[in-house]
């Protein structure tokens, strides 16, 4: 395996024995013995293939045995495996009829970043999002029991996702209603247990073996007669289990515990799996991991070797080095930093995107003040209003994508309570290769409905530092949307001074048209308006409105056109419609935003292009309105 990043395979591996499988029913006729050279040459053909389109990395080089033992132990797509998130799955679609397609991974009519479901029958459920795997995966034995059906169901969760209610959610109501399912913790951290060898091996071999299990129920029934001796028998068995084996929480919670075991011993892997499939209730196995297993790199920098950028071909001549511009994560990573040090009343918070948003720097110089609470936005949410209510100002980075996960606590903890709490919203607007699973299309819409909320769109770097001081200093909850990757290249003032809050202003003045821009698509909202000869507003506010600045356009120009990067139903569009209508005002508008569909992943600027949101689109849609008012 290479060793370096730069050692990464530049032509195709010889598979010759990958290259037979093109369905799980081909990968079950080979015998276990082959299944190690198989592992070898799928690691081999992830390693060339995301070396040559991006994408996520270490977490598919994790599961390498894991995807093909459950592929070879359970009959799919006839019995339902269920990946949660989705990060990992790279190893299933090569396996599942799809390792020609690889190359088209993450690019525009090409194979999706996660597991859809119109992409393959292998695809039992979509997913992007974390820890949904177990709650759909018994909602699918729920529905297998009731079709009398004997398929059996499979969930894969990392140690990460567990860390979300809704997984613990599932947990108990599985047992509850006694589904017949199987849930397997990816366990890539070591953060549950490191208990794996001789020893735990053994145990799995009998705690899952068909025998154990018959004579444990037999137990039960001919012990609960005699109710103390059964207590007696169960606390033993708790007890004896709960010295060998981390399992003791998910046994209170109803589930048959097995584990840990080595993820990356094949003949283990399918010997447990095998006994665990013929066993009745709910299951749980846990497996150890490692992330990137394979190259070494990645396994020495898990998260650095998260995903990765595609390796472009060495140029033949040297290239004069770009300018380099912050990303407007970075934009808030700084400015978070100096808020901190001007203002000991900020604690900054994450569900778990310390990297992603940028907070590293702060969680090195602030530690007592920086909290990541791990894959859990409700309780994110909440807890920032719980240090609101005691005087604090926290600050909550997350993605637009995930706030979504959080809209109740963000109504009722934050919002009904007019609490003092910013939201630094990241990846707003469409995302790219991710796909409509990661973009932010629907922030604007379901922030401005809320009555306290102040709601800003930056335009450049420099708005979105002075947007994230106004909302710090805003007595009430406050967002700042802002996407990802870099911006127009804006020089950013050092100083902490906040905006006037709802006032926007004009960047462009010019005749007939007026675009009404929210947001980072200002930049083709100018370049679109030079060919129109059209006025530009930078509105800046979608709560409040600018509404003297609305008046005043629409006083002075023949057509109005608003754009964001946000959907067209319920954005900030919608809100300068809803505001002309309100004065009574009867002019013509148009909105250009996203569209009333999910926008397929592609490259951001595809993305954009599809929508008519770039700088052709722009001008293509105003030209075109014009025309049907008699005005071209």
């Given at each position: 395996m290479p060793s370096t990043f730069h050692d990464m395979p530049r032509s195709r591996p010889s598979t010759p024995l990958l290259d037979r499988i093109d369905d799980t029913a081909q990968l079950r006729q080979l015998d276990e013995a082959q299944l190690a050279t198989l592992a070898d040459e799928l690691r081999a053909y992830l390693l060339w293939s995301v070396s040559q389109t991006g994408g996520h990395f270490g977490a598919g080089l994790g599961v390498i045995e894991l995807t093909i033992a459950l592929h070879y132990v359970y009959q799919t797509p006839h019995d339902r495996l269920l990946w949660d998130v989705g990060h990992q799955a790279y190893p299933h679609k090569i396996l599942t009829g799809r390792r020609e397609q690889m190359l088209s991974l993450r690019q525009k009519n090409g194979l999706a970043a996660f597991p859809r479901r119109s992409e393959s029958p292998y695809d039992t459920f979509g997913v992007g999002h974390s820890s949904t795997s177990i709650s759909a995966g018994l909602g699918m034995a729920i529905a297998a029991r009731l079709q009398g059906s004997d398929r059996r169901t499979v969930a894969v969760i990392g140690d990460g996702a567990l860390t979300a209610g809704m997984a613990f959610e599932a947990l108990n109501h599985a047992a509850d209603v006694d589904a017949d399912m199987l849930v397997v913790l990816n366990d890539n951290d070591m953060s549950i247990s490191d208990n794996v060898g001789g020893l735990s091996n053994y145990l799995t071999k009998i705690l899952s073996s068909s025998t154990y299990s018959h004579l444990r129920e037999n137990s039960k029934k001919v012990l609960s007669k005699i109710p103390r001796a059964w207590e007696l028998a169960r606390r033993t068995e708790e007890h004896a289990k709960g010295m060998l084996v981390p399992g003791t929480l998910f046994e209170e919670l109803g589930w048959n515990y097995i584990g840990p075991i080595d993820g990356h011993d094949l003949p283990m892997l399918v010997s447990t799996l095998r006994n665990m499939r013929e066993l009745k209730g709910p299951q749980f196995l846990h497996v150890i991991t490692r992330k990137g297993k394979g190259f070494a790199p990645a396994e020495a920098d898990p998260i650095g070797y998260h995903a990765i950028t595609k390796i472009e071909p060495k140029p033949d001549q040297l290239q004069a080095p770009k300018a380099v511009r912050l990303k407007f994560s970075n934009v808030f990573g700084q400015?978070?930093?100096?808020?901190?040090?001007?203002?000991?009343?900020?604690?900054?918070?994450?569900?778990?995107?310390?990297?992603?948003?940028?907070?590293?720097?702060?969680?090195?110089?602030?530690?007592?003040?920086?909290?990541?609470?791990?894959?859990a936005e409700q309780h994110a949410v909440t807890l920032a209003a719980g240090m609101a209510c005691e005087g604090a100002k926290p600050v909550v980075a997350i993605y637009s994508t995930f706030l979504q996960r959080a809209y109740d606590q963000l109504i009722h903890d934050v919002d009904v309570q007019n609490l003092d709490v910013l939201f630094a919203i990241d990846r707003a607007g469409l995302v790219g290769e991710d796909g409509p699973t990661h973009a932010g299309s629907f922030d604007l819409s379901y922030l401005r409905c809320l009555p306290n909320m102040l709601v800003m769109t930056p335009a450049d770097e420099n708005e979105t530092r002075q947007m994230l001081t106004t909302g710090f200093l805003h007595n009430g909850p406050a967002a700042v949307r802002y996407p990802r990757g870099t911006g127009p290249g804006t020089p950013i003032e050092p100083t902490l001074e906040p905006l006037p809050i709802g006032k926007g202003l004009i960047s462009r003045q010019g005749q007939r048209v007026a675009i009404l821009c929210f947001g980072t698509l200002h930049a083709n909202a100018l370049k679109a308006a030079e060919a129109l000869d059209a006025t530009v507003a930078n509105m800046r506010f979608v709560k409040p409105l600018d509404g003297e600045l609305v008046g005043q356009l629409a006083a002075s120009h023949s057509l109005l056109v608003t754009l964001e990067e946000n959907a067209v139903m319920g954005g900030a569009g919608s809100a300068?419609?809803?505001?002309?209508?309100?004065?009574?005002?009867?002019?013509?508008?148009?909105?250009l935003g996203l569209p009333d569909l999910y926008v397929e992943h592609a490259r951001p600027e595809e993305m954009l292009a599809e929508c008519g949101l770039d700088v052709a689109g722009i001008e293509r849609a105003i030209r075109a309105r014009l025309a049907s008012l008699g005005d071209a």
């Open positions: 400015w978070l930093c100096d808020m901190a040090e001007h203002d000991p009343r900020l604690l900054g918070i994450t569900p778990a995107m310390r990297e992603g948003s940028d907070l590293v720097a702060f969680s090195q110089r602030f530690p007592q003040r920086y909290f990541d609470v791990a894959i300068v419609n809803e505001w002309l209508q309100a004065q009574g005002i009867n002019l013509p508008v148009l909105n």
